[in-house]
């Protein structure tokens, strides 16, 4: 990335609180924790916006692909918003695109990717994206 994002250039915001075990010994948040909070960030709309049955529902979504590129350190007890949005909407998958925010900073701190493929829980075989699903992401696309 050539730039750093901007908090104008996501859709929609989720909170996440640092914990005391997200830190390493460098005193900064871990980078394979950033995964874990794009992983939240993603399923907590998808839950709270489209309806996603991660328990009993037909249709689950594998992550396929992910990046992360970082500009600023984090670190706990630091509050963040996560911003997402939707690069790439297409029949089975989609491309998030996050940006990791210090709260109420404008400028992100890292900013990544990850792409979901929706299957069919039973046979593991890609299905289109479920009507309620693409609603939600519809509304964050770019």
């Known amino acids: ?9 996501y859709r929609h915001f989720q909170p996440i609180t640092t914990r005391w075990h997200d830190n390493d010994i460098y005193g900064h948040v871990n980078n394979v924790t950033y995964y874990s909070f ?22 689950v979504g594998f992550v396929v692909s992910s990046s992360c590129d970082y500009f600023a350190s984090i670190a706990y007890p630091d509050l963040i918003e996560i911003g997402l949005r939707v690069g790439k909407l ?5 491309q998030y695109e996050l940006g990791v925010f210090k709260a109420g900073e404008t ?19 890609p299905v ?3 009507a309620s ?10």
């Not at 990335?1 to 250039?9: A, C, G, K, L, V």
């Not at 297409?90 to 989609?94: F, M, P």
């Open 107 to 125: 400028e992100a701190c890292a900013a990544g990717r990850f792409v979901h493929v929706f299957v069919d829980r039973a046979s593991n075989r």
């Open 90 to 94: 297409g029949n089975s998958s989609v």
């Open 38 to 59: 794009f992983d939240s960030a993603v399923n907590s709309y998808l839950i709270e916006q489209g309806g996603l049955d991660i328990h009993d529902g037909e249709v």
């Open 128 to 130: 289109p994206i479920p």
């Open 133 to 142: 699903l693409r609603q939600a992401m519809e509304r964050l696309v770019v």
């Open 1 to 9: 990335m050539s730039e750093t994002p901007q908090r104008h250039d």
